[in-house]
C-alpha cells in the first residue's frame, strides 16, 4: 500500500495516522509476547475503526525522554512491522531518526518514515534515497530531554517555514524527489503553549510550502494546560484541535484515538462537499 502524497489534495481526503507506542512503559503488563500480541490487538481495532496509517515509534520523544540504541529500537519495532504486512493491508509508518532501524523499517515493508530530526542525523538522507518510500519531515527546536527548557522564536511561523525550506532542498540535493515529503510542524516539540496555539491558529501558512502536511495534537500538554486534563480525559481538546488542523489545511492527522477522530473527519468532509457545492 502505498502512501500518494499527490492524492492529498487540499481539503480531501484527510487520512488518520493511529499511534502505535511499542516503548517499554507503552504496555502495563511489560513481557515480551503480551505486548507484541497487544500491539496486534490494537492494530486491528484502529484498522476496524478506519485507520489510514499506522505510526509504530520504538523510542520515547517525549521532553525529558531517554536515548534508545539502534538495537533495542530495531528489535522493538521491525518484529511488529513484519507480523503487521504480513496480516494486514494497511500502510505503515515507523516513527524513527536513526539510519539503521530506516533501512531495516523500508527493507521490511514501511511505507512511510516519520522523523521527528526531518533527516538531520547521520546517515538518514543516504537510506532514504535509496528508497521510494514516502517520509515525514518534522520540526523540533532542540533535542527531546532538553527541548521544553526555554524555546525561543523570532517568529515561529516564519522560522519553521525557513527550517521546511532547508530540508527539502536537503533533500532534493540527495535526490528525494519532493513528491515524496511530508511536513510536521512539531506541535509540542520545543515550543511553548502559546508557540503551539499561535502554529494551530495560522497552520495555513504552512501550505506556502506546497506539501501535504501533518498535525500531531492528539492528548499533549498543549491540550492539558488549557483544559487543566490529565493525558486520559482529553479527547475532547485532542477532537477540536484535529478539526481546526483539517480546516485549516492538514492532510493527516496523527492520534490516538482513531474511531472518534474518524468520525469528527467525516462530518467535515461531508459540510464540506455542502459547502463546495452552493
Same mark, same amino acid.
Given at each position: 500500500?502505498?502512501?500518494?502524497?499527490?492524492?492529498?489534495?487540499?481539503?480531501? +481526503?484527510?487520512?488518520?495516522?493511529?499511534?502505535?507506542?511499542?516503548?517499554?512503559?507503552?504496555?502495563?503488563?511489560?513481557?515480551?509476547? %503480551?505486548?507484541?500480541?497487544?500491539?496486534?490487538?490494537?492494530?486491528?481495532?484502529?484498522?476496524?475503526?478506519?485507520?489510514?496509517?499506522?505510526?509504530?515509534?520504538?523510542? *520515547?520523544?517525549? +521532553?525529558? $525522554?531517554?536515548?534508545?540504541?539502534?538495537?533495542?529500537?530495531?528489535?522493538?519495532?521491525?518484529?511488529?512491522?513484519?507480523?503487521?504486512? %504480513?496480516?494486514?493491508?494497511?500502510?505503515?509508518?515507523? =516513527?524513527?531518526?536513526?539510519? $539503521?532501524?530506516?533501512?531495516?523499517?523500508?527493507?521490511?515493508?514501511?511505507?512511510?518514515?516519520?522523523?521527528?530530526?526531518?533527516?538531520?542525523?547521520?546517515?538518514?538522507?543516504?537510506?532514504?534515497?535509496?528508497? =521510494?518510500? #514516502?517520509?515525514?519531515?518534522?520540526?523540533?527546536?532542540?533535542?527531546?530531554?532538553?527541548?521544553?527548557?526555554? +524555546?525561543?522564536?523570532?517568529?515561529?511561523? #516564519?522560522?519553521?517555514?525557513?527550517?521546511?525550506?532547508?530540508?527539502?532542498?536537503?533533500?532534493?540535493?540527495?535526490?528525494?524527489?519532493?513528491?515524496?515529503?511530508?511536513?510536521?510542524?512539531?506541535?509540542?516539540?520545543?515550543?511553548?503553549?502559546?508557540?503551539?496555539?499561535?502554529?494551530?491558529?495560522?497552520?495555513?501558512?504552512?501550505?506556502?510550502?506546497?506539501?501535504?502536511?501533518? $498535525?500531531?495534537?492528539? &492528548?499533549? %500538554?498543549?491540550?492539558? =494546560?488549557?483544559?487543566?486534563?490529565?493525558?486520559?480525559? &482529553?479527547?475532547?481538546?485532542?477532537? #477540536?484541535?484535529?478539526?481546526?488542523?483539517?480546516?485549516?489545511?492538514?492532510?493527516?492527522?496523527?492520534?490516538?484515538?482513531?474511531?472518534?477522530?474518524?468520525? $469528527?473527519?467525516?462530518?467535515?468532509?461531508?459540510?464540506?462537499?455542502? *459547502?463546495?457545492?452552493?
Amino acid at each position: 500500500m502505498n502512501i500518494s502524497t499527490h492524492a492529498m489534495s487540499a481539503f480531501k +481526503p484527510v487520512k488518520v495516522m493511529g499511534i502505535l507506542n511499542v516503548t517499554p512503559d507503552s504496555f502495563s503488563d511489560g513481557g515480551k509476547f %503480551s505486548s507484541f500480541d497487544k500491539a496486534l490487538t490494537q492494530v486491528e481495532l484502529m484498522i476496524i475503526n478506519g485507520v489510514d496509517i499506522i505510526d509504530i515509534g520504538g523510542e *520515547s520523544t517525549r +521532553p525529558g $525522554a531517554a536515548e534508545v540504541s539502534e538495537k533495542d529500537e530495531i528489535a522493538r519495532v521491525i518484529p511488529l512491522l513484519k507480523a503487521i504486512k %504480513s496480516r494486514f493491508d494497511i500502510s505503515v509508518s515507523i =516513527d524513527t531518526s536513526k539510519s $539503521a532501524v530506516m533501512s531495516e523499517a523500508i527493507t521490511y515493508g514501511a511505507d512511510m518514515i516519520n522523523d521527528v530530526r526531518a533527516l538531520q542525523n547521520k546517515g538518514c538522507l543516504d537510506v532514504v534515497a535509496q528508497s =521510494d518510500v #514516502t517520509v515525514c519531515l518534522m520540526h523540533m527546536q532542540g533535542m527531546p530531554r532538553t527541548m521544553q527548557a526555554n +524555546p525561543q522564536y523570532n517568529d515561529v511561523i #516564519t522560522d519553521i517555514i525557513d527550517f521546511f525550506q532547508q530540508r527539502i532542498t536537503s533533500c532534493e540535493q540527495q535526490a528525494i524527489d519532493k513528491s515524496r515529503l511530508i511536513l510536521d510542524p512539531g506541535f509540542g516539540f520545543g515550543k511553548t503553549l502559546a508557540h503551539n496555539y499561535q502554529m494551530l491558529a495560522h497552520f495555513a501558512e504552512f501550505k506556502q510550502l506546497k506539501l501535504p502536511l501533518l $498535525a500531531g495534537m492528539s &492528548r499533549k %500538554s498543549m491540550l492539558g =494546560d488549557v483544559l487543566n486534563r490529565d493525558v486520559e480525559h &482529553r479527547l475532547a481538546g485532542s477532537l #477540536t484541535a484535529a478539526i481546526v488542523a483539517v480546516q485549516q489545511g492538514a492532510s493527516i492527522i496523527r492520534v490516538h484515538d482513531v474511531a472518534e477522530t474518524v468520525d $469528527a473527519i467525516k462530518v467535515l468532509t461531508e459540510v464540506a462537499q455542502y *459547502s463546495n457545492n452552493h
